[in-house]
């Protein structure tokens, strides 16, 4: 990594404070070697969650799998401060992993606003993951928040189940001064439309004194509203299962001498009104564990210099990786080809702003072209449409792109 010492976040967001920050152009020393298509790709690390899903025969066993796979899908966010790369429109990213028995193609479908289309297989045809992911970012003068637009769906064909749900809210604290440090929250609510059986998480906020910092917790509920079991744990660590009374009963015998912890909104500050930090709080206790419960997920850890690398998970280093005989393989659109990218992996970050520069001048002339030829872009491999469960607006995949037929591709680098 470069050090972000000597550079100002200040001069640059004091304009922004309550916008949207999608239009800013950052310093590229803010950034982290990967786009916003290989971060969303990040959701496929702990695929073995959707396997064991697809091995339960009970839909209440699956639900928890598919739980503690929502979670595991935005673990690889704690301590991963860098922004990644704003995709160019047309941009792709794909990934085969045999190991893992997935492959998974992405684009960039829009620009104003920025939206993200995914779609992973099982190579053995056990599931269907996709989606489209629209990130509204937020100033509030000391923390930049992301809401995550978009539905996520998950299909299991052997089960005829499909699951949907949406992201937390992710928020980066300090971005003017003090360490930089990240919290999620929100209510996440998991669907299945086959059965009707709900899974209802709250990531918790940090709250007053922390306690809650990272907590998730909630519980599934079938068709009828009844309880079936309680899920807790945090998204930075594990997630538990247990029985709805077990963990009634002790709640209850926890309660004692507990202080309200409940979260505010990230408020509006000017620099120089309130220039403190908002430390994060000191509190890091493990999770504790209710007799009786059941592991779902436990987070790996993450490799020895992660701190110095971005703080990248061991998937998240391989994802920009450029192997021999790829070149000759891959989309010319592909993330991994983006010389931006690749300039600042290779530790070159003025030759990275200026091919940043480049890139976004090439893809700024491109949409005046068209403007004055009066086209409209048309996206490669998904098409705007009706999301079968949810019945809103979502990017499908048309299929075709591991056809290798590249021929039609915009030249976007």
Aim: aromatic letters at 10%; glycine letters at 6%; a negative charge.
């Amino acid at each position: 990594m470069f050090s972000r010492n000597n550079f100002s976040v200040w001069s640059i967001l004091k304009k922004c404070i309550g916008l949207e920050l999608s239009k800013i152009t950052m310093p590229i020393v803010f950034n982290e070697p990967l786009s916003f298509l290989q971060r969303i790709t990040e959701y496929m690390e702990h695929t073995y969650l959707i396997q064991k899903a697809c091995a339960h025969s009970d839909p209440i066993d699956r639900m928890q799998a598919v739980a503690a796979f929502a979670v595991s899908a935005v673990a690889s966010q704690w301590d991963r401060t860098g922004k990644p790369f704003n995709p160019l429109l047309g941009e792709t990213y794909e990934l085969t992993r045999e190991d893992q028995g997935f492959r998974l193609i992405s684009e960039q479908v829009s620009h104003h606003p920025p939206v993200s289309a995914f779609h992973a297989e099982s190579l053995d045809g056990d599931f269907q993951f996709h989606g489209s992911i629209y990130p509204k970012l937020k100033f509030w003068g000391k923390s930049v928040e992301a809401e995550p637009k978009g539905i996520i769906t998950l299909e299991l064909p052997k089960h005829k189940e499909a699951y949907t749900w949406s992201n937390p809210f992710c928020c980066v604290h300090n971005v003017i001064l003090g360490k930089l440090w990240i919290e999620q929250y929100g209510t996440v609510e998991i669907v299945n439309h086959s059965t009707g059986d709900k899974c209802v998480l709250n990531f918790k906020p940090c709250g007053m004194f922390g306690k809650d910092l990272h907590r998730v917790e909630g519980h599934i509920q079938d068709k009828s509203k009844k309880k079936r079991c309680v899920i807790y744990g945090k998204w930075t660590e594990c997630m538990w299962s247990v029985d709805p009374q077990t963990f009634d009963s002790h709640k209850k015998s926890d309660r004692k001498g507990g202080a309200d912890t409940k979260k505010q909104k990230p408020e509006e500050t000017v620099a120089g009104e309130n220039d403190e930090a908002d430390d994060m709080p000191e509190v890091q206790e493990s999770v504790a564990v209710i007799p009786g419960s059941t592991l779902l997920w436990r987070i790996p850890s993450r490799p020895a210099h992660s701190a110095e690398m971005y703080n990248f998970t061991n998937f998240a280093i391989t994802l920009n990786e450029l192997e021999p005989g790829m070149e000759g393989v891959l989309a010319p659109t592909d993330c991994r080809l983006r010389p931006d990218i690749r300039a600042m992996e290779n530790g070159s970050m003025d030759e990275a702003s200026k091919e940043k520069e480049r890139l976004e001048e090439k893809q700024r002339a491109a949409r005046k072209e068209r403007a004055r030829n009066q086209e409209e872009w048309s996206t490669r491999w998904f098409q705007s449409g009706t999301n079968p469960h949810t019945g809103s607006q979502d990017w499908l995949y048309t299929g075709g792109y591991f056809d290798r037929k590249y021929t039609d591709c915009p030249d976007i680098y």
